[in-house]
């Protein structure tokens, strides 16, 4: 078939990339013109696990293009709609710009049959707004809300674990028009949805509101714990043997950041207060609020394990990306530490095996090193932000020769105490004391 995928960011780029590795013929649209140029030589323009490889061998196929012309969309007869919805830089509601401009560049390109499919996510009531504008192009318009993680990208488009169309027609040509699309999937037993718009766009942010919440119930467990020296690991571990609960998203620590989570909540919450509903999501702003305690809970820890004071002392920071497996710093609770414990003070040394770049350009006064050897050279504390394989793995006898106090403070609570304490290291966790 013949795709279009407008916005090539982490989801849109991925997007188009496996849907023509699966055979079909994509354009992967942008405005970027940098962003286009990478992408078309084969260059991933992000740090996505797996994707530089799977751009490369399908960019040899022929199938995928890249292109920042409109009229190289006239071709396509699906259009995925796959820009940012960021948070509102006057609010907490979503910013629904990109979206916009997306189906007003689409409409002189659609014709009768053709399909507007929605990715990004979005307030509900959008899909039908956007779905009027359309209609009287001849084009039909579904909502098919995106799941997949960053660091895990790949595997999630290809694989998901379920899809889900949102449609005004269920019995109509869209529904026939999306199976074709994601043929492969279906065929390998990929639980399918049909639902209306609202449901489909509701799905998306109920689910990050339910994963948000998920990690936000910890970290308040984690505060009790703390107060009360029992040990959260060891609560989410008991806890998650209960098949209702699952120990997965349970992990307390310097909480949830990224492009997604923290963004989608507010808007959520913000939609329900449009829609008159304020107090059933209410809870969402308090899951927030959580969330971002956790981050003064971290840098109070360091600056009590510090004496009281993190002024002229040397920190190392490990970790800058917003999860592992990625090169994304948005709202990333690693950054923000960073940047806290410079503004107190402190002398911060950072260090991401993937991050350094992406932190540089949105926090340049920050000092970044070349390897983690480099940040704990000299550190009277090493704080922990996010758990990258290479942290866990730290030898604590190695470091112990590098740092000038063995001091490990573990915002993620990912490392193995009894392993650095039997090594002569101060060891502190969020609610693992
Ligand atoms: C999230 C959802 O998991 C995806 O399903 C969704 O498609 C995506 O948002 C989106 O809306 O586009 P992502 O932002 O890539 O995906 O990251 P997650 O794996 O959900 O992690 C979010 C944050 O929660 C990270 O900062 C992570 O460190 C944190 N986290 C996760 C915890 O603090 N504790 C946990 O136990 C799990």
Same mark, same amino acid.
């Given at each position: 078939?013949?795709?279009?995928?407008?916005?090539?960011?982490?989801?849109?780029?991925?997007?188009?990339?496996?849907?023509?590795?699966?055979?079909?013929?994509?354009?992967?649209?942008?405005? #970027?013109?940098?962003?286009?140029? @990478?992408?078309?030589? /084969?260059? *991933?323009?992000?740090?996505? $696990? +797996?994707?530089?490889? !799977?751009?490369?061998?399908?960019?040899?196929?022929?199938?995928?293009?890249?292109?920042?012309?409109?009229?190289?969309?006239?071709?396509?007869?699906?259009?995925?709609?796959?820009?940012?919805?960021?948070?509102?830089?006057?609010?907490?509601?979503?910013?629904?710009?990109?979206?916009?401009?997306?189906?007003?560049?689409?409409?002189?390109?659609?014709?009768?049959?053709?399909?507007?499919?929605?990715?990004?996510?979005?307030?509900?009531?959008?899909?039908?707004?956007?779905?009027?504008?359309?209609?009287?192009?001849?084009?039909?318009?579904?909502?098919?809300?995106?799941?997949?993680?960053?660091?895990?990208?790949?595997? #999630?488009?290809?694989?998901?674990? @379920?899809?889900?169309? /949102?449609? *005004?027609?269920?019995?109509? $040509? +869209?529904?026939?028009? !999306?199976?074709?699309?994601?043929?492969?999937?279906?065929?390998?037993?990929?639980?399918?949805?049909?639902?209306?718009?609202?449901?489909?766009?509701?799905?998306?942010?109920?689910?990050?509101?339910?994963?948000?919440?998920?990690?936000?119930?910890?970290?308040?467990?984690?505060?009790?714990?703390?107060?009360?020296?029992?040990?959260?690991?060891?609560?989410?571990?008991?806890?998650?043997?209960?098949?209702?609960?699952?120990?997965?998203?349970?992990?307390?620590?310097?909480?949830?950041?990224?492009?997604?989570?923290?963004?989608?909540?507010?808007?959520?919450?913000?939609?329900?207060?449009?829609?008159?509903?304020?107090?059933?999501?209410?809870?969402?702003?308090?899951?927030?609020?959580?969330?971002?305690?956790?981050?003064?809970?971290?840098?109070?820890?360091?600056?009590?394990?510090?004496?009281?004071?993190?002024?002229?002392?040397?920190?190392?920071?490990?970790?800058?990306?917003?999860?592992?497996?990625?090169?994304?710093?948005?709202?990333?609770?690693?950054?923000?530490?960073?940047?806290?414990?410079?503004?107190?003070?402190?002398?911060?040394?950072?260090?991401?095996?993937?991050?350094?770049?992406?932190?540089?350009?949105?926090?340049?006064?920050?000092?970044?090193?070349?390897?983690?050897?480099?940040?704990?050279?000299?550190?009277?504390?090493?704080?922990?932000?996010?758990?990258?394989?290479?942290?866990?793995?730290?030898?604590?006898?190695?470091?112990?020769?590098?740092?000038?106090?063995?001091?490990?403070?573990?915002?993620?609570?990912?490392?193995?105490?009894?392993?650095?304490?039997?090594?002569?290291?101060?060891?502190?966790?969020?609610?693992?004391?």
């Amino acid at each position: 078939m013949r795709l279009s995928v407008i916005g090539c960011g982490y989801l849109g780029a991925v997007h188009a990339t496996a849907m023509a590795s699966i055979g079909h013929e994509v354009v992967g649209f942008d405005v #970027d013109a940098d962003k286009i140029g @990478r992408l078309a030589a /084969g260059e *991933a323009p992000f740090f996505e $696990p +797996g994707f530089d490889e !799977l751009l490369r061998d399908t960019l040899a196929t022929g199938r995928l293009t890249f292109s920042t012309e409109p009229s190289d969309l006239a071709a396509a007869q699906v259009h995925f709609i796959a820009v940012g919805t960021p948070q509102r830089e006057d609010g907490d509601g979503a910013d629904l710009r990109f979206v916009d401009a997306a189906v007003q560049g689409l409409l002189p390109v659609l014709s009768e049959g053709d399909v507007v499919v929605g990715k990004s996510t979005v307030p509900v009531g959008t899909a039908q707004r956007l779905a009027d504008i359309v209609a009287p192009t001849g084009a039909l318009l579904l909502w098919n809300p995106e799941f997949l993680r960053e660091g895990f990208a790949v595997q #999630d488009t290809l694989e998901p674990d @379920r899809i889900v169309y /949102g449609t *005004a027609d269920p019995e109509g $040509p +869209g529904v026939a028009i !999306l199976d074709e699309v994601y043929a492969k999937a279906l065929a390998a037993g990929i639980p399918r949805l049909v639902t209306d718009f609202s449901t489909s766009e509701l799905v998306k942010v109920a689910a990050n509101a339910f994963l948000a919440t998920k990690i936000s119930f910890i970290n308040a467990m984690s505060e009790i714990a703390d107060a009360t020296g029992a040990d959260v690991t060891q609560l989410a571990d008991a806890i998650g043997h209960d098949v209702r609960i699952g120990r997965r998203f349970l992990n307390a620590g310097v909480g949830f950041g990224g492009g997604c989570l923290p963004k989608d909540i507010r808007a959520f919450a913000t939609r329900a207060e449009e829609l008159g509903h304020g107090r059933a999501l209410r809870f969402l702003r308090e899951v927030d609020e959580i969330n971002l305690r956790q981050r003064n809970r971290l840098v109070d820890v360091v600056s009590e394990e510090l004496g009281g004071s993190v002024a002229g002392r040397r920190i190392a920071i490990l970790g800058l990306a917003f999860k592992p497996n990625s090169d994304d710093t948005r709202d990333s609770p690693a950054l923000d530490i960073a940047t806290r414990l410079h503004g107190l003070g402190a002398d911060v040394i950072s260090y991401d095996p993937e991050a350094i770049e992406t932190a540089r350009r949105v926090r340049p006064h920050l000092t970044y090193a070349r390897t983690a050897d480099e940040a704990l050279a000299g550190a009277e504390a090493t704080v922990v932000v996010t758990e990258w394989e290479q942290f866990r793995q730290l030898d604590p006898e190695t470091a112990a020769d590098l740092v000038a106090d063995r001091l490990i403070i573990d915002g993620r609570n990912c490392l193995d105490a009894g392993r650095w304490r039997a090594a002569g290291w101060s060891y502190r966790g969020l609610g693992r004391r």
